[in-house]
């Protein structure tokens, strides 16, 4: 037994006791239920179960009539029945641990996975560079568009649109996260007449490029489309992360060979409140886990909630190993979307301190009074402009 | 609140905001249709709250003092989410949860037109097909334990504990959902044993007892082939962790599955229990019936989690209202139960369409598994017979031990 644990830290406040509280957490995450029973040996409760590792107190009353205890509880579970799967991971990290009723507030701020547990996970195929060597992109970010308009895609022939952004200069374009896709012929269709844009363009120019068709659905569905995405010599499929499922995509990472471009669509409606949920820098590690090559984050002066340097601290929680001794490179290639244009390129690349990212452009390029190559020739020119300058 | 527009999908959000209900509202509006004229739901109704004093708002960059709350209906248009629940998923729960504008926002409600649902499979077996599996009864809630401890046992000693379990009498028995394949009961071998006990109790008793079998798994492909190896040892359940597994791949394995597929919602707390932003359970169980499991837990009266009485009531009531043409899930009601709820269940729901589990309950029972089993089924039945529990505890004495033992507890 016993390789090495798994450690999950949380952040707890508690009406009734941070220490209390955490030992319940303890057992709730392994052995334990609300009775002592007879058979919970003491040789099981060695193996599997959790154990608390620290308490790290905060002093943060919120109000001064604010009793509850605060602090940061470090806990190592057994990896022997966790036994490398994400989703029974989860279930013990964030299951029914987040029902607990001493807590009033509990969040998974950081998960500290031994080399074992990453070695049972697919794992980026591509990541970083095997997005950038596909693409024959070195130096620069890659850069691309989010296919406008939005839903009901199957009835607009994108093609002319397809063939003008990469004219314009973009190396990749993607479905926008809603799509309501009009049934498999239609998908097929719409697939191969941008595949046919975008294989006339690379013999054209040089020049490669990548479409991200959106396939969420269910896995049987995925499926079906990744292999038609496949058979028109497509290479990326975009997928809504949180809305599909752990299991859709590493089975569509180890049965198909296509780069996953995950959208992380849904991550703010259960993780936006501080006191509940799992942190960013959490979650995007679980994604990558699962395969996910790509991973969308908003970027400078989004549209969102989040501020700047949130932003470009989940960028570079995208970009940094998962255990930095790691010989495999699961790094994710940050997607860099929500009112980006071709102004924030440099300051993009300066705060995150390389260009290892996507830039993603919706409006800057379908609404640029010049059309869609215009658009696109804008953001390519504001790079290279300024870099010519500097 | 909900207007009745049967043609179309309804949500209502409850809403608070520093800016103005009217700004907010528009950029709501515009996140959820894109942007894009023809496709915008259409707010069919702003019914302003009161703020209540102790709200705090969510963390935005431009964060103001909350002003103004509010109950928003919305009804999307066809071309919008084109009956594809995964469409439905991205718009509902997606980008409008990041908006900057956004002091709280919690999506309360989802009512889906027939039209609509028609286009899903629903639960395959629901409370008569988990029945006829059983072989239980009907006029009672199924009874169940869950295999304690969570984590550790064996095959050979979980085939044993279900043994007694069956021999007990008992409808129904799950894997805890933190089992799955441990290096010391990979599913293979817990399967092996566990179903040749149960065949073994079956064939001297002649009652088959349903035993949901964790398949859980990170990939879709394995799931099915977990959900095969069940079936093939004769396996009459599978038991999913529904939120770390995913829509996609449940979806799925309804589809491949020939058991009922026991929903468990592990990571439930985390979408649901911050008032300021996340979802309802009403929501959540609509979602899930429509990719179509067949039981789902709902928590229980007296639980040892932070819910309280009248949400585990109110998911009850989500699980069992009608939503044609798809049948009911059948409510799961567990955690801290050990019978001294039942009178409390059933006054408050009035249904016996229960799925009802008692894990520690039986089997931290003083006097032993049988004796935890029979107090459950005897605090039933005085539920339904309208039998008041002192009555019932005082004529049956598992039943009182059970209560001297975890009556102070829960």
Known sequence: MSEQRIFATYELRSPA??????????????????????????????????????????????????????????????????????????????????????????????????????????????????????????????????????????????SAQVREVLDGGMDFVKDDEVVAERGTDQFASRVRAVMQTVDEHEQRTG?????????????????????????????????????????????????????????????????????????????????????????????????YWQDDAANIAAVGQCLSQIRAESSRDDRALPAIGSKQDGSKLHATAAAVGSVDWLLLAGSAIFQHPGGPRAGAGAIRAAWDNERQQS | MTSVHPQRIHARYRIASGFSLEQVISAMVAELGGGQSGIEPEVVSVTPIALSDDAKPLPSRTLRPLRAAADVEVAFPDALVNDDIFTLLAVLLGNVFELRELGSIRL????????????????????????????????????????????????????????????????????????????????????????????????????????????????????????????????????????????????????????????????????????RTGMSFQVYSTIWRLIGGDQLHVNGISNKFWESDDSVVASIGSCLAPMVPLRPLVPVVSSGQWGGQAEETYRRTRTVDLLYLAGGGIQGHPDGVAAGVDAVRTAWDAAIRGVPFADAAAANPPLAHAAAMFGKRT
């Open chain 1, 207 to 303: 020049a490669a490029a990548l479409y991200a068709f959106n396939i969420s659905g269910s896995y049987d569905t995925m499926r079906e489309r990744a292999d038609i995405v496949l058979a028109a010599g497509g290479r990326a499929v975009q997928i809504n992360l949180a809305h599909t499922g752990f299991s859709a995509v590493t089975a569509l990472r180890r049965n198909t060979p296509l780069m996953i471009h995950g959208h992380r669509v849904g991550w703010a409606a259960f993780n936006r409140d501080p006191d509940f949920g799992i942190n960013f820098g959490v979650w995007q590690q679980l994604w990558r886990l699962a395969g996910a090559d790509h991973l969308v984050v908003p970027g400078l002066g989004s549209r």
């Open chain 2, 108 to 275: 309360d409600n989802l009512t889906v037109p027939e039209a609509f649902a028609s286009k899903y499979p629903g639960p395959a077996f629901g409370i008569e097909g988990t029945r006829a599996l059983a072989g239980a009864e009907s006029g009672r809630p199924l009874l169940g334990s869950i295999v304690k401890p969570s984590v550790g046992l064996t095959p050979e000693q979980t085939a044993a504990k279900i043994a007694g379990l069956a021999e007990a009498g008992l409808d129904f028995v799950k894997d805890d959902e933190l089992m799955a394949s441990a290096v010391n009961s990979s599913l293979e071998d817990r399967v092996e044993a566990v179903m040749r006990a149960v065949h073994d109790v079956a064939d001297r008793i002649g009652r088959k007892i349903m035993v949901a079998f964790n398949i859980s798994s990170h990939d879709a492909e394995r799931l099915v082939r977990n959900h095969d190896t069940v079936v093939a040892a004769g396996g009459t359940c599978v038991m999913v962790s529904i939120n770390h597994v995913g829509p996609s791949a449940v979806s799925f394995l309804r589809s491949r599955s020939s058991v009922p597929i026991h929903l468990h919602r592990n990571g439930w707390g985390g979408m649901t229990r911050s008032p």
């Open chain 1, 17 to 158: 006791g941070i220490e209390g509280a955490a030992h319940i957490l303890a057992g709730e995450q392994s052995t334990g239920t609300f009775v002592a029973l007879p058979d919970e040996s003491q040789a099981i409760k060695d193996q599997f179960g959790s154990r608390i590792e620290s308490i790290t107190w905060i002093d943060s009353a919120r109000e001064p009539e604010d009793r509850d205890e605060h602090a940061l509880v470090a806990m190592s579970l057994s990896p022997d029945f966790i036994n490398g799967d994400l989703t029974t991971l989860l279930a013990a990290v964030c299951g029914n641990v987040f029902e607990l009723a001493e807590v009033s507030a509990i969040r998974l701020v950081d998960l500290d996975l031994p080399s074992h547990f990453l070695d049972s996970c697919p794992g980026p195929r591509y990541g970083v560079s095997g997005s950038q060597d596909l693409l024959g992109v070195a130096g620069r970010p890659l850069l691309g568009a989010i296919a406008r308009p939005r839903p009901a895609m199957s009835e607009i022939d994108r």
